[in-house]
């Protein structure tokens, strides 16, 4: 089973509203990721949780705040968005091999974001 | 830094042909990628390809990697329709597995009947 789930799959948010998005895998991987993509465009890295801890966070703005509550979710909490903020949000995950070393990310469906 | 860059970025091809799409990457790497896309949709693992030489085939795609050249060719075999959809490259920027990978801008697709 190479299974990620997102949810909702749609969101749509006011720019003053606070939601947030769930990723979840019961692969038993232990780096997880939260990606941007824009239209026609390759996905963005924003943040990277390893055995539960942030690991890498691409300079991204303080109103998206990742979190990650056990080796199975990771959450992504929005608040104050801009209409730019407006995209598809992948969230991924991949085993750890030795050392830093990661294998195969495997894409969850995404969460469609509007910010109006 | 390193660059990754896909060409073409488009490709318009009728069902039966075969295509290559290329990935050049401007650093020393051993861990590429190839992933596909359908509109609106995540993003599916093809192949990885882990050392030099390697050469892997599912249906009528086949992907190779040569890390000398810091090349990897995806060719498309009697394309169809199905096979419309974007695809992307990503490299793996350290010896042997990195959490940060570097996509290309990808190359989509159309098979036409």
């Known amino acids: 089973d190479t299974e990620v789930t997102q949810t909702p799959k749609h969101l749509v948010m006011g720019m003053t509203n606070k939601k947030s998005l769930k990723c979840e895998q019961h692969m038993g991987h232990r780096a997880m990721y939260w990606y941007k993509q824009k239209a026609k465009k390759p996905p963005e890295l924003m943040f990277v949780y390893s055995y539960e801890k942030l690991s890498i966070n691409e300079s991204v703005p303080s109103r998206f705040s990742p979190e990650c509550p056990n080796s199975s979710l990771l959450n992504l909490h929005l608040h104050a968005l801009q209409p730019e903020d407006s995209a598809l949000y992948l969230c991924a995950s991949s085993r750890r091999l030795a050392g830093t070393n990661t294998d195969t990310q495997y894409f969850g469906p995404g969460t469609r974001l509007t910010v109006l | ?113």
């Open chain 2, 1 to 113: 830094e390193l660059k990754v860059e896909q060409n073409p970025l488009f490709l318009s091809m009728q069902e039966g042909k075969n295509y290559t799409i290329y990935c050049n990457y401007s650093t020393t790497s051993d861990r590429l990628y190839w992933y596909r896309q359908d509109p609106g949709k995540s993003l599916e693992s093809l192949f990885v390809l882990l050392s030099n030489g390697a050469v892997k085939q599912e249906g009528r795609l086949m992907a190779s990697l040569d890390t000398k050249a810091r090349l990897s060719t995806l060719h498309i075999t009697a394309a169809v329709h199905d096979l419309s959809a974007t695809y992307f490259c990503a490299v793996d920027p350290s010896q042997g597995g990195s959490e940060k990978l570097v996509f290309g801008k990808g190359t989509k697709l159309t098979v036409n009947p």
